[in-house]
């Protein structure tokens, strides 16, 4: 598959995601793909349990892309994911093999203020 027909698929994954179409959603992924969230220590295997642990979350979700960037193998997603109106900053990074995703490790950061050290250099 060609980067620029991944980065469609991408973008129909991530549309799907803030849609609510499961199915849609993980058609990416290969049958075997394994999802890491690294700050709860959570390892998900195969395409099943992955569209079945995120159909189960009862949170109403919100995904807004901010970015993609990527090439060949590798993949990275930077977005909002906003749970019941909270957002949390997140990013993907997804390992593509023969068109799909192998593996895929998600990263969340919860929004805070600058320290009054640095506020007076931000642009806000």
């Given at each position: 598959?060609?980067?620029?027909?991944?980065?469609?698929?991408?973008?129909?994954?991530?549309?799907?995601?803030?849609?609510?179409?499961?199915?849609?959603?993980?058609?990416?992924?290969?049958?075997?793909?394994?999802?890491?969230?690294?700050?709860?220590?959570?390892?998900?295997?195969?395409?099943?349990?992955?569209?079945?642990?995120?159909?189960?979350?009862?949170?109403?979700?919100?995904?807004?892309?901010?970015?993609?960037?990527?090439?060949?193998?590798?993949?990275?997603?930077?977005?909002?994911?906003t749970?019941?109106?909270?957002?949390?900053?997140?990013?993907?990074?997804?390992?593509?093999?023969?068109?799909?995703?192998?593996?895929?490790?998600?990263y969340?950061?919860?929004?805070?203020?600058?320290?009054?050290?640095?506020?007076?250099?931000?642009?806000?």
């Open positions: 598959m060609e980067d620029d027909e991944f980065r469609t698929a991408l973008e129909r994954h991530w549309a799907a995601s803030d849609a609510g179409d499961f199915e849609l959603e993980h058609e990416i992924y290969r049958e075997d793909a394994l999802l890491e969230y690294p700050q709860s220590g959570e390892r998900i295997r195969g395409r099943w349990k992955i569209r079945k642990s995120r159909f189960l979350q009862v949170n109403k979700k919100r995904f807004s892309v901010s970015r993609i960037v990527g090439s060949d193998g590798l993949w990275v997603t930077q977005f909002i994911l749970y019941d109106g909270v957002p949390s900053y997140a990013v993907s990074i997804m390992e593509v093999a023969n068109g799909l995703v192998a593996q895929e490790t998600q969340f950061g919860n929004p805070f203020d600058p320290a009054p050290s640095r506020a007076h250099l931000v642009d806000r």
